[in-house]
């Protein structure tokens, strides 16, 4: 079983709203990831978080906006999104050099 | 920069066949190996892995051997059952281990 939380499972979510996905661990990582994956494809990643300073930014629309609260919390803020934004969000975590573990993730459709 | 290749699917098999799933890699320096699983509507899974050249990984019947020399990573399953249907997608990481790149992934059918 992951022991990296999302939530919520599902969320809909028209164009103008504001709207968050959470993610939680409790494993004592140090690096948390944001991947976005599209139907039938493999996930793209988005975010990475060093110590709840972002490292890695992949030139991700500013309607999206990470944020790391502490050491097991991420969030992910969504703004202005568009219907092509709809996938599935995942976060992961890691300890630096090993393997990254993921979550259930979070089903997104923008209407 | 690195890449990953595996096989395209589907793969459809019949319960108790056995099931190879192809994966090449392309890295410098000396990646970690991974096979993650997705099942229907979940997110990823890490199934097996494997981190120096000859290393093999095994996990729930799928095993997959670290072959430095043809640069693969083939996952192998020597009876498939319906409950192994899932997307399947072989990745490997960087030096650090911070980043995964990700092969296309390959949908495997398991039919009764």
């Known amino acids: 079983d992951t022991e990296v939380t999302q939530t919520p499972k599902h969320l809909v979510m028209g164009m103008t709203n504001k709207k968050s996905l959470k993610c939680e661990q409790h494993m004592g990582h140090r690096a948390m990831y944001w991947y976005k994956q599209k139907a039938k494809k493999p996930p793209e990643l988005m975010f990475v978080?060093?110590?709840?300073?972002?490292?890695i930014n992949e030139s991700v629309p500013s309607r999206f906006s990470p944020e790391c609260p502490n050491s097991s919390l991420l969030n992910l803020h969504l703004h202005a999104l568009q219907p092509e934004d709809s996938a599935l969000y995942l976060c992961a975590s890691s300890q630096f050099g090993n393997t990254i573990y993921f979550g259930e993730g979070s089903w997104l459709t923008v209407v | 920069g690195d890449s990953v290749t595996q096989m395209e699917g589907p793969v459809t098999l019949s319960e108790e066949a056995f099931l190879t799933i192809n994966c090449t890699y392309t890295a410098t320096g000396y990646p970690s190996l991974f096979w993650y699983v997705q099942y229907p509507g979940e997110g990823l899974q890490l199934l097996l892995k494997?981190?120096?050249?000859?290393d093999k990984g095994s996990n729930k019947g799928f095993e997959a051997t670290y072959r430095k020399e043809t640069t693969s990573f083939h996952l192998e399953k020597g009876s498939v059952q319906v409950s192994d249907s899932a997307v399947y997608f072989c990745?490997?990481?960087?030096?650090?281990?911070?980043?995964?790149?990700f092969g296309g992934g390959t949908r495997l059918m398991v039919k009764p």
């Open positions: 990745a490997l990481s960087d030096n650090a281990g911070n980043m995964l790149t």
């Open positions: 978080y060093s110590y709840e300073k972002l490292s």
């Open positions: 494997a981190t120096k050249a000859d």
